[in-house]
């Protein structure tokens, strides 16, 4: 089973750069992160125009609502297409139509998106406030032990109050366990069959540890991002940020955690007993659950497999910290595109040809093979990190007309009206789609209409959740998000 990842928790109005100070960097507030202008950080590079900061970081507004949608998607899709329908209809559906192939990519593809802008956004942001170097700096700078309360201060005034009050409604409003439907069924023991067992596991954000007994099984990746917050900037403060060599020191030791990392990946994959790819019916067969499971818990769920994800997005902060670094890359904006959209191709016919659900009657790869493609080519792994933060820097430079072109499509004031809903999205999409199917579609209906039209089902599924999560949504970040 897998879940949905945590919406970047910075808000909209943090992610808005400020053009109104030209400067060699582009300066501002704990908590927005700044970026280097055209005027200084090209040196001599072709520069953008003034309203276009290099690097420049709008576009994310916009990642994070194409990245939320896509998570919605696919817990549509493996919550309840896949439970409701017979496998022999959506496993060729899931390897050969386009949007089912979407559908089943597009979420892991979300949570490797926002674990590692999480990480570059706190790197971007703590970087220079520790060293001092910030542009609010007073003579009197505070020490490194007040940055990093004061940064979990902010951090947990925007993450649990909100929290809270969705594990609440996990707890009050999840409905009956007996006389259920059976979509209703389905929908229910998806995210909350743990429930409300598995509720100390969110209190002490512990829910990726073990993904079979989680409560709100959609909330692990949040568990994930609060351990990284607690952990990083004590990373940081053992890195001496005031002494001289800070940055040296902390790309060495963001390599070591990449190299480590990686090593961990491996280690998990040959270490798993049941580990078989590609695996068949999860759902209804338990040989098939326990090969799905041994490749969750090797390569996407414990924090150990996403320490390199984490390390390479913090380095990515770090790099963008740097303007002789960004100058760098400006001037070898061809260099840039080139390895981005290499990176692309590889992880699309890695997508493509490396499925990890299996056609019926398919064979299972070599154990070697199995174990190599979860450490090195599944979710998390190394490629597709690399391929994220490869496209990311694309974006942020406008490394060439097709990034350029799609950073500016991102940067559309209706994605970031949308994007300050997206944590609230993220917190109660799984509760609101089962309220709609408990209280809303009449019992039997999306079976039916399933049946009918797979895929055209899975769009209504996508609809139905979409369209019940959004009043939700604006509800929790209107009454608890905007409060604190």
Not at 34 to 59: E, H, K, N
Not at 280 to 288: C, I, K, W
Not at 303 to 327: C, F, H, M, Y
Request: glycine share 6%.
């Amino acid at each position: 089973m897998a879940a949905a990842p945590l919406i970047a928790t910075l808000s909209a109005k943090k992610l808005q750069i400020d053009n109104r100070k030209p400067s060699a960097c582009a300066q501002s507030g704990p908590g927005a992160p700044p970026v280097a202008t055209a005027s200084a950080a090209t040196s001599g590079a072709a520069t953008s125009p003034p309203s276009q900061p290099i690097p420049d970081l709008r576009c994310l507004n916009g990642l994070r609502v194409v990245s939320c949608l896509t998570v919605i998607l696919f817990h549509c899709w493996m919550g309840l297409w896949q439970g409701l329908l017979p496998y022999e209809v959506t496993a060729p559906l899931t390897r050969h139509h386009w949007f089912v192939r979407l559908a089943a990519a597009g979420g892991p593809l979300g949570v490797d998106f926002f674990l590692i802008t999480t990480a570059m956004l706190a790197a971007h942001q703590l970087i220079p406030q520790l060293e001092g170097s910030s542009a609010h700096a007073s003579p009197h700078r505070p020490s490194a032990a007040a940055v990093v309360l004061r940064y979990w201060r902010k951090r947990a005034a925007r993450l649990l109050p909100a929290y809270a009050a969705a594990n609440l409604l996990v707890l009050v409003a999840l409905g009956p366990r007996k006389g259920l439907a059976p979509e209703q069924a389905v929908a229910r023991d998806f995210a909350f069959a743990q429930c409300p067992a598995g509720l100390w596991r969110n209190a002490l954000f512990l829910t990726n540890w073990d993904f079979t007994q989680g409560c709100a099984l959609h909330l692990w990746s949040l568990a994930l991002q609060v351990q990284f917050y607690v952990l990083f900037p004590l990373l940081l403060c053992a890195l001496r940020p005031r002494a001289p060599g800070f940055r040296a020191r902390l790309a060495a030791a963001l390599a070591a955690a990449f190299a480590g990392g990686t090593a961990w990946r491996l280690r998990q994959a040959f270490a798993a007993p049941a580990l078989r790819v590609p695996y068949g019916d999860a759902v209804r067969q338990p040989s098939e659950l326990e090969a799905s499971g041994s490749l969750l818990t090797a390569a996407y769920f414990p924090s150990g497999t996403r320490v390199a994800e984490l390390a390479l997005g913090s380095a990515l902060g770090l790099l963008l910290r740097s303007p002789a670094a960004v100058s760098w890359l400006l001037r070898r904006r061809a260099l840039l595109a080139a390895a981005s959209l290499g990176l692309q191709a590889a992880f699309a016919h890695t997508v493509l040809a490396w499925a990890p659900h299996a056609l019926l009657g398919e064979a299972a790869w070599s154990p070697l093979t199995a174990r190599l493609y979860s450490a090195l080519l599944y979710w998390g792994s190394p490629l597709v990190t690399g391929t994220v933060a490869a496209t990311l820097l694309a974006l942020f430079l406008h490394s060439d007309p097709l990034h350029a072109a799609l950073a500016s499509a991102l940067r559309s004031r209706l994605f970031d009206r949308l994007s300050e809903l997206s944590y609230s999205l993220y917190l109660l999409h799984e509760q609101a789609r089962l309220w709609a199917i408990l209280f809303l579609v009449p019992a039997g209906l999306l079976p039916a209409v399933l049946a009918a039209a797979p895929v055209g089902g899975l769009v209504l599924l996508g609809l139905l959740t979409l369209g019940a999560t959004l009043p939700c949504a604006y509800l929790l970040h209107s009454l608890v998000e905007r409060r604190f």
